[in-house]
C-alpha cells in the first residue's frame, strides 16, 4: 500500500475532514502514527499526551507573558497533532473502541475549557480590564463549544448517510447505552463509567437540539451532492480552524482578536451555514 493511500485509509473521509487539518495537522500526526504504529502505544496514550500539552499550553497562556504564550502557541499545536494522531492510529490498526472515543471527546472538552480560563487570564492582565477579559472569554468559549458541536452534528449526519458509519445520534445513543450497560457493574471501571456517561450526556444534548422533525431519505450519492459542499463550509467552525487561528493570533500578539473574530465572523459564519443547510435537508423529506 502507497504512504498516500495508507494516509487516506487513516482519515474518516477526506471531505469529512477540515481543511487545515487536512494540510496541517494530518500529515504531522500521520508522521507521527508511522513512527509509533510497531510499538505498545495506544490511541489512548497518545490521547493522554494530547491532554498533557492542552494543560500546559492553558498554564503559559494564563501567565499574560506573551513569550511564554508563543510556547503555548507550540503546546497547543502538538496537543492537536496528538489529538489528530489517536485517531489515525485507531482506523489504521482497527482497534478503535467506544471508550476510546469517549476519552478523545474528553480530552477535547478539557483542552478547551483550560484554554479559554487561560485566555481569560492572559486577557485581564494583559489589558487589566478583567471585565472585559471574562466577557470575551465566556462569549468566545461559548461561541467555539457550539460551532464546533453543530460542525460535529453534521458531520456525523454526513458520514452516516453517504458512508453508513454508525455514528448519527440515534445510533451513538444505543451504542453507547450498551457499553454503559456493559461496564456497569464491572470492577475498577470507575473512570471508564465517567467517561461513558460524560459521552452520553454530550450525545443526548446533541438528540435534544439537533434533532429534525422528519425522517431524511436519500441515496447515498444524492445526500453526498447536496451535502458535501455544505460540510466544508461547517468545517470552518471546526475545532481545528480556531486553534490554528488562535495559534496565529498568538504569534501576531493579537489574542484579543481571535476571541472577536470567533464570536463575531465565527457566529456569522454558522448562522449563514445553518440555514443553507435547514433548506438543504428538506430536498429529502418525505
Known sequence: MSISSEFKDSLKTVEAEEVLDLFIFRPVSFALVKAVYNTNITPNHLSIIAL?????AGVLYATGNIFYAYIG???????NTFDCADGQ?????HNGTNLGRAVDGFVDYIASVVIYLALFSYMGITSGNWWLAIGLA?????????????FDFYRNLYLHHVYGYVNDISSELIEFEAEKEKIKNKKG???ERILINNYLAYSRLQAKLMKTDFQIVATPDEFKKVNKPLLRLWSWNGSTTHIFLLIVCTILNKIELY?????????LLLIVTYLIQKNALLKFKR
Open 52 to 56: 498533557i500539552f492542552g494543560m500546559a
Open 73 to 79: 502557541a507550540a503546546c497547543y499545536f502538538l496537543c
Open 89 to 93: 492510529l485507531a482506523r489504521l490498526k
Open 138 to 150: 465566556v462569549f468566545g468559549g461559548l461561541s467555539t463549544a457550539i460551532q464546533s458541536f453543530y
Open 189 to 191: 471501571a470507575f473512570i
Open 259 to 267: 476571541l472577536y473574530i470567533t464570536i463575531i465572523w465565527g457566529n
